[in-house]
T-cell receptor, first 113, second 114 residues
Framework: KNQVEQSPQSLIILEGKNCTLQCNYTVSPFSNLRWYKQDTGRGPVSLTIMTFSENTKSNGRYTATLDADTKQSSLHITASQLSDSASYICVVSANFGNEKLTFGTGTRLTIIP | DSGVTQTPKHLITATGQRVTLRCSPRSGDLSVYWYQQSLDQGLQFLIQYYNGEERAKGNILERFSAQQFPDLHSELNLSSLELGDSALYFC?????????????FGSGTRLTVV
């Protein structure tokens, strides 16, 4: 069964600190992995998309890594800002003719001043 | 503004009623996807349309139906509403049948069933 598990479920850090969110998946056959940021009550916004051959991808202060061998990904946020408070969702795509996306339940990140 | 427009933003209705949610995809996008997100739950895929035809089906209840019109906007119809149908409903769009290059979410419709 295709699954995406994210940890931690929630995280609280001080403004200016760094943090790392984890995503483990069992999706097969793997096509790509995406990280989304979802502000409360808003639609998810794409941060990064990585295919099998990509190990690292950055988007400003966000850096995603992918280890396709261990089926793990991480999202590292540097110098956190109050606006980083949101849920971060890991989404893994399997493609076997029809594409199927499996969503993680997200990590709720709270940045405190 | 993501370019994906969902209306209405909020909807409050009674149990047993029927509602229609509307989604206009980003200009040039042919695929529309519908998702349900209940409180503190992950996004649940409901259904996908590509250029007017149903392309993939997820965990969509029989009480729910959708269609995509020639102008590519899509409607999600929810009938015989129950309290448990209260959720955020998101629409997303992409250029092709596959979302491998990413797709764009709308800001959602918050449905409250009382």
């Amino acid at each position: 069964k295709n699954q995406v598990e994210q940890s931690p479920q929630s995280l609280i850090i001080l403004e200016g600190k760094n943090c790392t969110l984890q995503c483990n998946y069992t999706v097969s056959p793997f096509s790509n992995l995406r990280w989304y940021k979802q502000d409360t009550g808003r639609g998810p916004v794409s941060l990064t998309i990585m295919t099998f051959s990509e190990n690292t991808k950055s988007n400003g202060r966000y850096t995603a890594t992918l280890d396709a061998d261990t089926k793990q990904s991480s999202l590292h946020i540097t110098a956190s800002q109050l606006s980083d408070s949101a849920s971060y969702i890991c989404v893994v795509s399997a493609n076997f003719g029809n594409e199927k996306l499996t969503f993680g339940t997200g990590t709720r990140l709270t940045i405190i001043p | 503004d993501s370019g994906v427009t969902q209306t209405p933003k909020h909807l409050i209705t009674a149990t047993g009623q029927r509602v229609t949610l509307r989604c206009s995809p980003r200009s040039g996008d042919l695929s529309v996807y519908w998702y349900q997100q209940s409180l503190d739950q992950g996004l649940q895929f409901l259904i996908q349309y590509y250029n007017g035809e149903e392309r993939a089906k997820g965990n969509i209840l029989e009480r729910f139906s959708a269609q995509q019109f020639p102008d590519l906007h899509s409607e999600l119809n929810l009938s015989s509403l129950e309290l448990g149908d209260s959720a955020l409903y998101f629409c997303a769009s992409s250029v092709g049948q596959l979302a491998v290059y990413g797709y764009t979410f709308g800001s959602g419709t918050r449905l409250t069933v009382v």
